[in-house]
Structures are given as C-alpha cells and as structure tokens.
C-alpha cells in the first residue's frame, strides 16, 4: 500500500476490521516536537478519537521516535498514558516498532493501523509491512468513519478489553517475576473456566470472537449473528461458550465450538479461543469437555479444521488432544478422535462444566 492510497482509501482492507491504532508522538499524537521544548498541545479533535476508539474496543498504542522516559512523562501529564499498551518509544525503525506491538498483543499485522504526520515514516513501514493500514495524521477528521473502525456491535467484552489486555500486562509481569515453575504459577491464578451452552445474550460476542479471531479459529470461517441465532435454534447443533476468570479479573467470552450432533456421531465444526488467553490452555479445556460429553453420550466424534497460513496453533490443540487425520473433503480436513484415552483437565484450572451438552436441547 502506497502513502497515496493512505488517505482512507483502503481498497480490499476495508473488510478487514482493524483491532490496534498505533499513534506517532510529535505534530500527530500533540502538536509540537518534545525533544524542541515546544508547548505541546492535543486538540479536542484527538482527545476525542483516542476515548471513542476506546469505547469501541479498538486497542491502541504508540510507536515515536523519542526518548521514552520524557514522552511517557508528558503522556501521563496529559492524562493520555492509560489509552496505551505496549508503547514502543525509541529510535528504531517503526516497523520494528509495529511488529513489536502486534507480537506483544498476538495479533496479526494486517490487524495495525499506523497514524504518523511524516511520510518517510509511512513509506518505510508501507515498504516492510504492507499489509499495515497507514493514515496520513492531517486526515484525522476522517479517523473515526473508516469502516475497518466500526464494529458491528458493541459487547460489554470490546467495551472492557483495554483493560483486559492491562490485567493480562500485570499478570505476564508478575509470571516474570515468579520465582517457581510456570505450572505453580499458574497454580496462583486461581483460574475459573465455564463451559455453557450459548443463549441469545451471547451471540454478538461470539459474532465477534469469529470477526476478531484468525489466528486461533480452527477453519478460518466467519458467522453472523443472524447465522448463529439459526445455529442456537437448531435442533442438531450446539453452541458452546467458554469464560474465563482468575484472582486479576474476568476475561469475559474467551472460547466459543459449534458442534453439529447426530444421533451416532458428533461433528466439531468450529472451535475458536480469543488470543488473549492462548498461553492458558482454554482450547485444550473446551477440547476435553466435549471429548467427555461425547463419550458419555456414546458417539463418534470427529472435527473440521481448515488450514489458513495463520491457525496451525489450532491444528497442535487438536493433535496434542488425540485427534488424529482419517480424510479430505476440498480444503477440509477431517479429524478423529478415539475417545478412549482423554487428557484430563488441568489441576490448576476449577472448571464448571454442569451444562451437559449430551443433555436435551432447550432454544433460550
């Protein structure tokens, strides 16, 4: 993407949805230059879009050539530092920079949007990162319209997720600083995971979860809420939801699978878990929850999983669960699994799981 197709001229990036804007500092984030001893100014016109962006559950971050002790000073004097996470001030390339935040905040880079006055900066991350949105700072005003920019819906999830990601910062902190084995860290969380059948105040989210989700969704496939109403309705289909919570707050709707139930045989058609909470096994929970329904009610159960360049994670939850590849149909490939031997869930993890998806079938 050239500087010139910048100006919110997004082409085929506009069905995409972006989920980090990262701001540049000087004569962007402010009006002036720092490290000048200018009297830096943020107009209302920014103030403005960096709490709407907030509300919308748009993520945020800085990418600034600076030094970082005197702009993080400035940021916080101007009431601005809690809007950012995983701010990258420094001297180095800003496509180090992006890369560094979609790293840190396990997102693709196709997912970034850059706003940075200086067109040697756009153009040498448009170079490296082409699939980076970059937005020329004197189109501002025209900011908070790029559809990539309007969820179809607000849930109480996008709402709160800055500072879900900010729980996750002090967790990932304090993990570090644990003296001990990561299982006996884990062990502190005091982790609730609860598995339940999905009702209709949970299908915006879960729309969202299949929007938001790449990297972490076993087909790739998107579902509106309108096709999930239809799903939630279905006799021979059930919508089951994970969330999360530990002694650092609520993750909120962190895992959503749609399993199509026959009478002989179950198929897992979609399994997706919120990239905030990868590192805590929440796949491989849902995964174990659904293998023991499924024995329990005494019927074969297999998966789809379709390969996106980008959900291999999802492929090894699977693999490490005990499904193992018995075909092909197009770009599909079928998984079984045995039902003999499966992992228990993890001991540091309380799980509640009485919705029994053998149980029957009750539309709410």
């Known amino acids: ?26 004569d962007t984030l402010w009006q002036g230059t720092l490290l000048e001893g ?32 005197v702009a993080w000073d400035k940021l916080t004097a101007l009431g601005l530092d809690e ?26 880079l196709e997912s ?22 970059v937005i020329d700072a ?11 920019l309007h969820p179809r819906t607000l849930t109480s999830e996008s709402k709160q997720r800055r500072r879900m990601y900010q729980a996750d910062i002090r967790r990932k902190d304090d993990e570090v600083k644990f003296d001990g084995a990561r299982s006996q860290f884990l062990a502190t969380l005091r982790m609730v995971v609860t598995l339940r059948r999905a009702t209709e105040e949970d299908l915006w989210r879960a729309e969202e979860l299949t929007t938001r989700t790449n990297q972490l969704n076993s087909t790739g496939r998107t579902y509106s809420r309108e096709e999930l109403h239809d ?26 699978g749609l399993i199509e139930r026959g009478s002989a045989s179950w198929l897992l058609k979609l399994l997706i878990v919120s990239c905030r909470v990868v ?21 074969r159960l297999q998966a789809e999983f379709v390969d996106t360049q980008r959900n291999r994670m999802m492929y090894i939850t699977y693999k490490f669960g005990g499904f193992y590849e018995v075909g092909q149909r197009d770009a599909v490939t079928l998984l079984e699994h045995a039902l003999g031997e499966i992992r228990p869930f993890p001991p540091h993890v309380t799980v509640d799981s009485t919705d029994q998806l053998g149980a029957p079938h009750t539309a709410e």
């Open 112 to 133: 970034l949007a850059l706003v940075d006055d200086q067109p040697f900066e756009r153009d040498e991350v448009c170079f490296h990162l082409s699939g980076v949105t």
């Open 279 to 299: 590192s805590r096994g929440v796949g491989s929970i849902m995964l174990t929850h659904i293998l023991k329904s499924a024995a329990r009610c005494g019927v």
């Open 231 to 256: 799903l939630l309705q279905s006799e021979e289909h059930t919508l089951l939801i994970a969330e999360l919570e530990d002694r650092y707050g609520s993750s909120g709707t962190v895992g959503l």
């Open 1 to 26: 993407m050239t500087e010139a197709s910048a100006a919110f001229k997004t082409d085929s990036k506009e069905c995409k949805q972006i989920k980090c804007v990262v701001w540049d500092l000087d």
């Open 83 to 108: 809007y950012f996470l995983y701010p990258q001030i420094n001297w180095g390339n800003k496509s180090d920079s992006l890369r560094t935040i979609a790293e840190k905040l396990s997102i693709g």
């Open 38 to 69: 200018d009297d830096l100014v943020v107009t209302d016109l920014v103030r403005h879009t960096i709490v709407e962006l907030d509300c919308r559950g748009v993520l945020q971050s800085i990418a600034s050539k600076n030094d970082p002790a």
């Open 138 to 148: 004197a189109q501002l005003g025209g900011l908070l319209d790029m559809p990539a």
